[in-house]
């Protein structure tokens, strides 16, 4: 399995994420919390959407580039996405940076990133406050200086799956408010299959295998 934690930088062959390229469409939703089985994506994507994926594929295992690509692709901040690699019984952060040194997450915990690996099931909560789950990853300042203080009131959560169907990570991206009125539109089915695509996409990166 590919170490992201200890990779470098981006090679001069490696293609980058498109920086005009995001979500093209505004949706809404009155769904709270949505679930589904995480399994190769039959969804169907528009040809941007594929692009965004492939550009993905084309990453170099540096987590940093790997989660700003992935902000850009949800119009989210970089502290909004959060990369996790399984190692045994455990969930460790590659990113963000600061929360490698917190501490990892045991995969028989009640926590949502332990929760979507032992289901292998992508999930999306837009009333993430509601939702009974452990918040001392969530007091950790991120960004520059810290400055990141918010606290998560909408997650998705998708499963890395390798090809033989067995969790290497969990991919979430969020967004965060002080108050959830400030903490914009609620995540849609169409972006938790989007993220699935996602995952199936850097399922390349964590296993190593490009091809």
Do not use: W
């Not at 919390?33 to 170099?60: C, D, K, N, W």
């Not at 452990?134 to 400055?147: D, H, K, R």
């Not at 959830?180 to 190593?208: I, M, N, W, Y």
Request: include cysteine; charged fraction near 20%; aromatic fraction near 4%.
């Amino acid at each position: 399995m590919a170490n992201l934690a200890d990779s470098g930088r981006a090679t001069a062959g490696s293609r980058g994420c498109g920086e005009n390229i995001g979500l093209s469409e505004s949706y809404t939703t009155p769904n709270e919390h949505v679930s589904y089985l995480a399994a190769p994506p039959s969804i169907r994507h528009t040809s941007i959407e594929m692009l965004e994926i492939e550009q993905l594929a084309g990453l170099s295992s540096d987590p940093e580039e790997i989660c700003s690509c992935v902000a850009k692709l949800f119009e989210v901040k970089k502290t909004e996405v959060a990369l996790l690699q399984a190692a045994g019984s455990l969930l460790k952060f590659v990113y963000p940076a600061q929360l490698k040194a917190v501490g990892a997450i045991p995969l028989s915990s009640s926590a949502v990133a332990a929760r979507t690996a032992r289901s292998k099931r992508a999930e999306l909560f837009n009333r993430f406050t509601r939702v009974k789950h452990s918040s001392v990853f969530e007091v950790v300042p991120l960004g520059q200086a810290g400055a990141d203080t918010d606290v998560i009131q909408k997650l998705m959560s998708a499963p890395i799956l390798s090809d033989d169907n067995h969790v290497v990570g969990v991919i979430q991206v969020s967004r965060k408010a002080h108050a959830p009125a400030q903490a914009g539109p609620d995540f849609t089915s169409e972006d938790l299959a989007r993220l699935k695509s996602v995952a199936h996409a850097l399922s390349k990166l964590l296993t190593g295998n490009k091809g």
